[in-house]
């Protein structure tokens, strides 16, 4: 084949990639470059195979050692970056060498797919906003830190819902022991959660013995069963707090912090926001489908799965790159602020906000449920052709998105506030 050939059918591949993102999400045009080269954007009908079973897994990269600065970053200490030049002169502050150090830890894992989505926003955000640059760390710490650690003062219970103890038949004490990985009488549901968490703990060698006691089972938005409510699992005898209630949380938390000058902490808060937003990229996350023991938290979701291995060979890159990192900010424009977010509608602004990232991950579809587009409506574990189509559309959008949130903040808080961080 000669090359002007071979142009002529990769160009015929993105024009058709590109024609079929826009007829179903009306894509601006910053977004077709990220398709170049992609092998004609359709999505398998092929029934998929059955889903394997596996344990607990998240897509986030390990939490940082409690010591290392991202550790302590995510663990809400108000740890300063200082520019670059100078030399720390306190234990609360950190070179911008080191800082740049500790953010490449914290990407390097395979599974660190929410640090660098966050880091890619940056990126896309800061020509806007350079002061991000020196907040890369807390950032990317609060993406990392989401999955592990509850926000100042909160607790297990603070995110599940219910009368009693939160799992039906348990009173509130039964479910506190339950969660910490404590002696429990509480029967089949207690015992089978013991199980779950006691086997996580001894197939990851880890030494946390509360697994399952983590803020992660609130990065749900269930649009058909409780409408904007969180995740439901049990018959709906255990029911957690939504990812949308979870992020006007962290937008409040974030401008408390800022509003005080207390610059470290809000730029950690916006991070695990940024989470949070990313999570509703993932079809799972709106469609009610969790992923981890098999038994009561079903399987392995396939897209993060796939996101997280570095084993696609249709695109070229080094092989240690996960999969995730075929799509970057590059191609993409830069947010501009909504000046319509006001304080008398924040709100209803950031429920609009979140619903628009979830109605459009809803249309694929995920292991155990089905998505509303056409084409979507099998279940079972996705092929690798299907993961790749998903993540083309949903990876650029959850970079976009990231940095819009961002952008929409900062732009907030220098209207009210007068807090200018554009230097």
């Avoid at 999955?147 to 909160?154: A, L, M, N, Q, V």
């Avoid at 089949?188 to 399952?212: E, I, K, M, Y």
């Avoid at 092989?319 to 191609?331: M, T, V």
Wanted: proline content about 6%; overall charge negative.
């Amino acid at each position: 084949m000669s090359a002007l050939r071979f142009k002529q059918g990769v160009a015929r591949r993105f024009e058709r990639a590109a024609e079929f993102v826009r007829g179903m999400f009306d894509f601006p045009l910053a977004f077709e470059p990220a398709f170049a080269g992609v092998p004609g954007a359709y999505l398998p009908r092929e029934k998929p195979a059955p889903c394997d079973t596996h344990v607990m897994k998240f897509n986030t990269g390990p939490l940082q050692p409690q010591r290392s600065s991202a550790g302590r970053i995510a663990r809400w200490e108000a740890l300063e970056v200082l520019p670059p030049g100078q030399s720390p002169s306190d234990k609360n502050q950190v070179s911008c060498r080191d800082a740049q150090v500790a953010v490449s830890a914290l990407r390097k894992p395979l599974t660190s797919s929410h640090e660098y989505l966050t880091y890619e926003a940056v990126k896309l955000t800061s020509t806007l906003y350079p002061i991000l640059d020196q907040y890369l760390l807390h950032l990317v710490s609060g993406a990392n830190a989401e999955d592990f650690i509850f926000s100042p003062g909160e607790e297990m219970e603070s995110i599940c819902h219910g009368d009693r103890g939160r799992i039906t038949g348990m009173t509130r004490a039964d479910f506190s022991a339950l969660v910490a990985g404590k002696d429990s009488s509480s029967g089949v549901t207690g015992t089978v959660f013991q199980w779950a968490s006691s086997l996580w703990n001894w197939l990851t060698g880890g030494g946390d013995s509360d697994a399952l006691n983590r803020p992660y089972f609130a990065h749900f938005i269930d649009l058909v069963q409780s409408g904007e409510g969180g995740l439901s699992i049990l018959d709906g005898g255990l029911r957690f707090q939504s990812a949308l209630t979870r992020l006007e949380l962290y937008w409040n938390i974030a401008s408390s912090y800022l509003t005080k000058e207390d610059r470290p902490r809000a730029f950690c808060a916006l991070g695990h926001a940024l989470h949070l937003i990313q999570d509703l990229h993932v079809p799972a996350h709106v469609h009610n489908d969790i992923h981890g023991p098999t038994i009561i938290l079903g399987k392995l979701d396939s897209l993060e799965v796939w996101c997280g291995n570095p084993d696609y060979q249709d695109i070229r890159r080094s092989p240690d790159e996960p999969n995730i990192r075929i799509w970057n900010s590059k191609p993409l424009a830069p947010p501009v602020p909504d000046s319509s977010w006001t304080y008398e509608d924040i709100e209803s602004r950031l429920r609009a906000f979140a619903l628009k990232i979830a109605f459009r991950s809803q249309c694929f579809r995920s292991v155990d449920v089905e998505g509303t587009a056409d084409t979507q409506k099998t279940t079972g574990k996705l092929t690798d052709a299907e993961c790749f189509h998903q993540a083309g559309v949903l990876v650029p959008w959850a970079i976009v998105d990231s940095a819009q949130f961002l952008a929409n903040f900062l732009d907030y808080h220098k209207r009210l506030y007068g807090i200018n961080l554009t230097a």
